[in-house]
């Protein structure tokens, strides 16, 4: 498969299964649970559609699964907005568990990690530990704030519940590595310019 470089997308616009797989055996891919989290996500976008930001959303959805607990991962960077989720997760009744990448505060040293600044002491992210936090604190639903690439995945495989992004983590995009895709700079300098544009 390769749907990035699809001229139409008819899959979209007009029922075209470009695989062997009949909707039937899709089917059976889905759990029950899974269902329920479709369900709820539909729910989300069909009534929410340009009406709400992301962190709108996530709420919406976490209050259509009926969770009560949901916890927060995220970078020590953006501790300020990790706050601000916190917060308004509160205000809308839900119980909310965080931690911050750099918990237990372990020395790169110790897994032998590449520094920022070589010789002084530095702080690993600490990803598997955070989910496991999280995981002992009995969340039901988990957000990412900004962790690191890579970090976001290992947190996610350690998560026992479900996971969700607020915020991409890109230094140089201001968290919005989208910045790329819609900034004609970035697409020049990424060298990803459709022809005939400037």
Not at 6 to 31: D, V, W
Request: net charge positive; charged share 25%.
């Amino acid at each position: 498969m390769n749907c990035a470089f699809c001229p139409h997308h008819k899959c979209y616009t007009s029922g075209q299964n470009c695989t062997r797989l009949t909707h039937e055996e899709i089917s059976e891919y889905y759990t029950d649970e899974d269902k329920k989290m479709m369900r709820a996500s539909s729910a989300t976008e069909s009534r929410n559609y340009l009406k709400m930001t992301r962190l709108e959303e996530s709420v919406f959805f976490a209050k259509e699964m009926g969770v009560k607990k949901v916890g927060i991962a995220f970078c020590i960077g953006l501790a300020n907005e990790a706050h601000f989720c916190a917060q308004y997760f509160k205000k809308e009744g839900l119980d909310v568990q965080s931690v911050c990448c750099k918990v237990c505060s372990v020395d790169k040293d110790l897994l032998e990690l590449e520094k920022i600044k070589p010789g002084q002491r530095e702080a690993m992210c600490n990803p598997k530990v955070q989910a496991r936090l999280l995981n002992e604190g009995g969340t039901e639903l988990n957000f990412i704030v900004g962790l690191c690439v890579g970090h976001d995945m290992l947190f996610t495989m350690e998560s026992k519940v479900p996971v969700s992004s607020i915020i991409t983590k890109d230094r140089v995009l201001a968290n919005n590595p989208a910045g790329a895709v819609y900034s004609r700079y970035w697409r020049r300098k990424l060298g990803i310019l459709e022809e005939g544009t400037v």
